[in-house]
């Protein structure tokens, strides 16, 4: 007899969401499965409304998200994810700020709104107009707050903006979707640098209630090594900032970059793209120098090296960055550290490095060992560091009470994003450190709910409130589990290593419908009723993926939940009769029907099978409730 004991969960609203596992990975919990489906049924205004709803970033998001929900995707457990990102993008690019009037879109925000609202009109200044200020903003105006964004340089959305390339992200996109955001009222100030055109104190005394700094991280991290002041060496945030705001670069013909993240190969996909010449210095605005620059021909950098600590499976760095950047010409150095900056009067001359043995140490941590021989010396004329971002805290010195932690990162409940001030709060990089886009977004939210509770004097509490409804008839699509992922076509190498045209294509009709069809509708769920279950076994049988099994409850380990659980069902303690007449007496009590959710592919055949209907397949669905307390 097989000793083998389980551990069973007892599911709440909280395991029911977690089943649905792209919209859970996302930090804003967009219904990704919900648009993605409605994309394979032709519903595409309704694809659009739940991207939308929880995003005033949408349209972007279609574009450059690290896609969390992508990575987490069920799909995956069978062959790949679904390509929930660029479906997305397929539904913006027909209802979002890019197919119509951008101040339409807001309507589709399920941001709360509350006309009855006490504290309307009470003025707030948001530090950084970056995507978590902005979320931000676009929330509390929808609040009925009067909101000002002061921003230091002379355009707004921050790394949108300065730091994600031309060829990822169309400026024009960048502009609408910030003008949708400022169409509900929201004043914008640019080039006032807070700290030194303005101070806190001041915004204080002009009347601002509450203040929100989001001002990101604006500075690329140093790297403490030989040669690292020669002429020649530029931080990656600050050359592409220069490239993307149409300044004079010149790199020369050979060039190292340092770094194995995203950002590093934004960079050197940057320098193959870089003329080494100013893009049009007469553009009346960024907008203007961005159209130039894209049209412009291209003659980047002859070598592009790119060096990384990681072996090329542990670069960070997305696969499909790496893929087409080394289709572009970027060369790989895998496994390299940089040990010195060579050079000659003063000017880099090239990078020497060592061999890297291992990069993490036994418990993950990042504890880089280097073997003792060097490894090879590149010759460049630039090298571009890009092994991280930091604050640019300059502006926080006429707040010395402000706190802030050892990395220079303004120190927040990590909850409420509330700082030791009352008035003051944070969100975004500037606290949280480097993140994806999209957890901006959700750290802008929950700043914007922080700083509604602090000016009504109220907390908000939210309760998610679920249903199940019973399906009469549930069939998946035919070809469902045969269906192979599409990612979105790209531009040619040749084509787009010459200029700063798109490289991501969109979708065609045809390939977003049938990609949506892999979509394993994790929303619907396999219902058990113990009452009705004669323990025929014929679920078990016919199960594909063997996500089923019928065991006796003396196979299970019986915790405090379970136990109580048992103890108001049926009337008996567990954990007593076994421990006082042995496993055998649970044995006769009685079997458990267990699932793996993990493997469930949402088929059916187990409740077409059920001759009693003890099996059922039901739809899970939920929203959030919000009440002030």
């Excluded at 690019?93 to 009109?121: L, M």
């Excluded at 990822?168 to 807070?194: C, F, K, Q, W, Y």
């Excluded at 696969?319 to 900056?341: A, N, Q, T």
Aim: proline share 4%.
């Amino acid at each position: 007899m097989s000793s083998r004991r389980f551990r069973a969960e007892i599911p709440d609203i909280e395991y029911w969401q977690r089943q649905i596992k792209c919209r859970w990975a996302c930090p804003v919990h967009t219904d990704a499965r919900g648009y993605v489906i409605a994309i394979s049924e032709g519903r595409d205004l309704d694809a659009y409304r739940l991207a939308r709803g929880p995003n005033p970033f949408a349209s972007i998001c279609g574009r450059v998200c690290g896609a969390p929900c992508e990575v987490d995707c069920r799909r995956s457990s069978i062959d790949e994810a679904v390509t929930i990102r660029a479906m997305k993008r397929f539904v913006t690019e027909r209802y979002g700020v890019e197919a119509c009037d951008p101040a339409a879109t807001i309507q589709f925000s399920t941001a709360r709104r509350d006309p009855d609202n006490p504290k309307a009109g009470a003025k707030i200044a948001v530090i950084g107009s970056g995507v978590a200020g902005l979320t931000a903003a676009h929330d509390l105006a929808l609040l009925g707050y009067n909101v000002t964004v002061f921003e230091r340089e002379s355009v707004p959305g921050g790394m949108l903006t300065i730091g994600v390339p031309l060829y990822r992200l169309p400026r024009e996109l960048v502009r609408m979707e910030i003008d949708a955001i400022l169409s509900l009222g929201i004043v914008l100030r640019l080039n006032t640098r807070v700290g030194r055109d303005i101070t806190i104190p001041q915004l204080r005394d002009e009347g601002f209630e509450a203040i929100l700094i989001a001002a990101g991280l604006q500075k690329g991290r140093r790297l403490n090594i030989e040669g690292a002041e020669l002429e020649g060496v530029l931080h990656g945030i600050d050359f592409l900032k220069m490239v993307n705001t149409g300044k004079e670069v010149r790199l020369g013909e050979r060039v190292v970059v340092i770094g194995g993240g995203n950002v590093a190969f934004d960079v050197a996909r940057s320098v193959i793209r870089a003329t080494g010449k100013p893009y049009r210095a007469e553009a009346k605005d960024f907008y203007e120098a961005a159209d130039s620059s894209r049209m412009a021909l291209r003659a980047g950098a002859k070598e592009v090296h790119l060096v990384c600590l990681e072996s090329r499976d542990e670069m960070p760095a997305d696969e499909m960055e790496i893929k087409e950047g080394v289709e572009e010409g970027v060369v790989l150095h895998p496994s390299r550290g940089p040990l010195r900056i060579m050079g000659k009067n003063g000017k880099v001359t090239g990078l020497a490095t060592r061999k890297v043995r291992s990069v993490f140490d036994a418990e993950g941590r990042f504890n880089p060992l280097f073997e003792d021989e060097p490894g090879e010396t590149i010759e460049a004329d630039t090298v571009i560091l890009s092994v991280g971002q930091s604050t640019d805290i300059d502006f926080l010195n006429n707040l010395p009470d402000l706190k802030l932690t050892r990395q220079d990162l303004v120190e927040i409940d990590p909850v409420t994003k509330r700082t030791n001030i009352p008035y003051i709060f944070a969100c975004g990089d500037v606290a949280e450190g480097a993140k994806l886009f999209i957890h901006a977004v959700a750290s802008g939210q929950r700043a914007a709910v922080s700083i509604d509770e602090y000016l009504r004097g109220k907390e908000l509490t939210a309760g998610q409130i679920g249903a199940f409804q019973l399906l009469s008839v549930h069939q998946m699509s035919e070809r469902y589990l045969q269906l192979q992922r599409v990612d979105p076509p790209v531009l040619e190498a040749s084509v787009r290593a010459g200029s700063t045209a798109i490289v991501e294509l969109p979708l065609e009709q045809a390939v977003a419908r049938e990609q949506g069809e892999r979509c394993l509708k994790c929303h619907i769920n396999t219902i058990f009723n113990g009452d009705l279950c004669i323990l025929c076994g014929g679920c078990v049988d016919v199960c594909p993926t063997y996500c089923l099994a019928l065991v006796p409850l003396s196979a299970i380990e019986i915790e405090p939940a379970l136990d109580e659980l048992f103890t108001q069902r049926y009337g008996m303690n567990v954990r007593e009769v076994a421990e006082n007449e042995g496993l055998e007496a649970v044995r006769s009590l009685g079997s458990v029907m267990l699932k793996d959710e993990e493997l469930c592919i949402r088929c059916g055949f187990c409740a077409q099978r059920c001759p009693t209907g003890a099996v059922t397949m039901e739809h899970f669905s939920y929203q959030q409730e919000y009440a002030w307390r």
